[in-house]
């Protein structure tokens, strides 16, 4: 969540920032709330001076053998008006904190400002998108003719939006789930962390899927959610702690299984894996200092493009605008992989820098030895990269006229074959 105090020093600010995010003015209304409570506050500390102040002059009074009965008096009348101003600062600071909690961060300079995607800045390119010389399938064309896919099975049993992965195209996802954490642990420095898949209400906020994004998630009967992503449990480790700032950053990554409700997301891919309500995805968090958060984005970026480079998959990488980013995000880049079947790219990670806003919901802070201060962390996270995204991308980059698909060369130690072979070759 935003700095109040950082909301009231600089006029305006907010306003222009939710204006370049596309989305309504509430500066005003914000502050005014904000005035409120913090008068309310006021009064309620003065109530609460004066009645110290009446209860010492009783004490005086009995001591001295004085009349106290109209400073008895008194006290009860500040009693109920303490209650009463108790009550309403405590509503106050609800409203406050609720209006709050529903807006977005502030978007860095650095982004580019616009109302949606099209105002996305390209800013590099790998490889040169596969010339064929045939019509090549998409992803699930492919997955069905090798009879390796299944969705129809799924929606007898789960309805729509799952899929059946058989025999090498079940092998080659977890192939890839295990290359990519070999590669992030290996090569990139992160520690692999086993999570759970059920957080509670507390931790969904810290991250803040909730309150504003609960419609997207999957509850249970007893009140707790499962993940949309490992992000909101790897970025909920230190919850609620003060950390010695000289072990910053630290970087961490998990795979598992993500569930996501896709409210409002009915018409869209709706055909194949590219959109599901279950899916595979290997996650970045990294916590950090102020002052490394910048370079620690970049360093997350090339990390998770370092997975398609090696796995030789055509991409770009944009940079979010203002209208298109995440709530939590200050700055994200999005990296697009190129799918054939469908002649364009589509995203396969976004690593997004937070600043102090996840933070702030999750009071997670360090020890700055320069100020002697505790200070809020910098979080970040990013796709290192959803599996189920880049089964696809192998399938229709790799595929050959027969409908067999090649595994790239960098897979073949964890899938244990250099081809998923056609059906009846």
Known sequence: MLDLVFVRNNPGLLDKALKDRNKIPVEQELLNLDAKFRSLQTKLQKVHEERNTVSNEIGRARVNGGNSSELCTRIEILKKERKKLEDETNDAKISLLNFLYGIPNIPSDECPIGIDESYNVEVRRFSTPRQFDFKPLEHHELGMKLNMMNFERTSKIAGSRFVFLFSDIAKLERALA????????????????????????????????????????????????????????????????????????????????????????????????????????????????????????????????????????????????????????????DIEVWLPGQDKYREISSCSRCGTFQARRMNTRFKNKATKSNEFVHTLNGSGVAVGRCLIAIMENYQLRDGSIEIPEVLIPYFGKSKIAATGN
């Open 178 to 333: 295990q290359f990519m954490l070999d590669t992030h642990i290996k090569e990139g420095g992160y520690t692999e962390v086993y999570t759970p898949l059920i957080l509670n209400a507390h931790a969904m906020f810290g991250v803040a899927q909730l309150p504003k994004f609960e419609e997207d998630l999957f509850k249970t009967t007893t009140g707790l959610y499962l993940i949309p992503t490992a992000e909101a449990s790897l970025s909920n480790i230190h919850n609620d702690e003060l950390l010695n700032g000289d072990i910053l950053p630290l970087r961490y990554t998990a795979y598992t299984p993500c569930f996501r409700s896709e409210a409002g997301a009915a018409g869209r891919d709706t055909i194949g894996m590219l959109r599901q309500h279950q899916f595979g995805k290997v996650e970045l968090v990294s916590i950090t200092r102020p002052d490394q958060a910048i370079e620690e984005h970049e360093r997350m970026t090339e990390c998770a493009e370092g997975i398609l480079k090696k796995l030789n998959l055509p991409y770009r990488t944009v940079i979010l605008s203002t209208g298109d980013m995440g709530f939590s995000s200050e700055k994200t880049y």
